[in-house]
């Protein structure tokens, strides 16, 4: 059975119950369900290896004491296993002690259920869903690899992720980005928005082969480093983790932004940062504060890109996905943050994706933009990522595949301008005002036949912006 059939089975039982409200609590439910099953897994291959293992549970609430149906006729169902849920499960989960000295491994069950919620109020279609999971063996190889499916299927279903421009980044995207900037095992890799954990999942992935021992695994979860602000997503990239191997998931449920920027220090940076930092959102005047005035926004993006300028150590490294009016805004917070960017690293890189790679969450064109702390830009690469023939926008039924990365990655270490790729000066850019949207000079923007309306509205709207900002040069000069 594929994965996408067994999470449209357990969606059409919860569809029965009265107490699921909506896609969001459909997958709330399912996802508290998964961790606890995806926990017991490795507590059975810790148990075999540790001759001293003790579990933070219980052992009624360990899941193979509790949620197992033997078909004999002593499973939990109905009223009971909805008494035990609520009046026994979920109380003693939250109220597990944690303190200092709780191995991380553990302490997590604490945190996943801190604001974990059973909403089902039918234990018969409980104990349903319960048995679809059931029928996905975590200890075994090929279904924990599975897991990545099962998260991505559930996702496409929760629409409401769009909300406020919080995206789940597309498996191809993930890869694409990490395979540029090639983490190594002994890097610090960091992730300050990381939804469901697509992007260090990916970097994971990538360092597998360079992962020879134990030491090394150690040194890859010491340094792996996850900070998520939502419940949902947080819970979800935790077991993503687990199922990775990393036992000990460095995953915090906290808001990047809250720390005042000034106070990081050296053992606060990292060598590799990859993110697709939450856009459209913006953020009180309290958050603002913890950023040089010049820097301040009230564009979420915006501030996480100073974020970053501050926790990025001396040659490391940056993938981050952008919208296209970070590029070309020029509010006096988001031009500050892009001059310091050109003056304290080398953006060597935009590639700019065309309408439809996040749908059906936006339509909003992105850009994933690559650079170094290796000192100022000198000049910079634009790369029109192409459409297949025949498409005029991706979607959620065409998606964006992996392969069509493929033509950026044989000109990355070879460059020369074509039409998909041309280069601009810093100094063009700063005479723009440090407007980082230039369009590809081997295409005819005139043409507007193809373009779709919301193209041609985003283009709009960039020339008001123009106008505007030279209304506004034009009066100062006047007054």
Known sequence: MSIETLVKRIQNIMRQDAGVDGDAQRISQLVWMLFLKVYDAKEEFWDFEEDDFESILPEECRWRNWAIDEKDGEALTGEDLLDFVDNKLFPTLKAIEVDAHTEKRKAIVKYVFEDANNYMKNGTLLRQVINVLNEVDFTENEDRHAFNDIYENILKDLQSAGSSGEFYTPRAVTEFMVEMLQPKVGEKIADFACGTGGFLTSA?????????????????????????????????????????????????????????????????????????????????????????????????????????????????????????????????????????????????????????VFSPYTSIATNLLFFEKTGATKEIWYFEHPLPEGYARYSKTRPLKKS???????????????????????????????????????????????????DLIQELNQSQTKVVSLLKSLESKLL
């Open 204 to 356: 994971l992935n990538y360092m597998n082969d360079q992962i020879k021992t134990p030491e090394d695994q150690e040194i890859v979860q010491r340094n792996l480093l996850g900070i998520e602000k939502k419940p949902l997503p947080y819970l979800l990239a935790i077991t993503n983790m687990i199922l990775h191997d990393i036992d000990a998931p460095n995953i915090l449920h906290d808001n990047s932004l809250s720390k005042n920027v000034r106070d990081y220090k050296d053992e606060d940076k990292y060598d590799v940062i990859l993110m697709n930092p939450p856009y459209g959102g913006t953020e009180e005047s309290i958050i603002q504060n913890n950023f040089p005035v010049a820097l301040q926004s009230s564009e979420t993006a915006d501030l996480f890109m100073s974020l970053i300028l501050y926790r990025l150590k001396a040659n490391g490294r940056v993938a981050v996905v952008l919208p296209n009016s970070f590029l070309f805004g020029d509010e006096k917070g988001k031009t500050a943050i892009k001059q310091k960017l050109l003056e304290e690293c080398n953006l060597h890189t935009i590639v700019r994706l065309p309408e439809g």
């Open 404 to 454: 069509e990365f493929e033509i950026e990655k044989s000109w990355w270490g070879n460059r020369e301008e074509t039409k998909y790729a041309w280069k601009v000066s810093v100094e063009d850019v700063v005479k723009a005002n440090y407007n980082l949207s230039f369009h590809n000079p081997f295409l005819n923007h005139e043409d507007y036949s193809n373009k779709s309306a919301l």
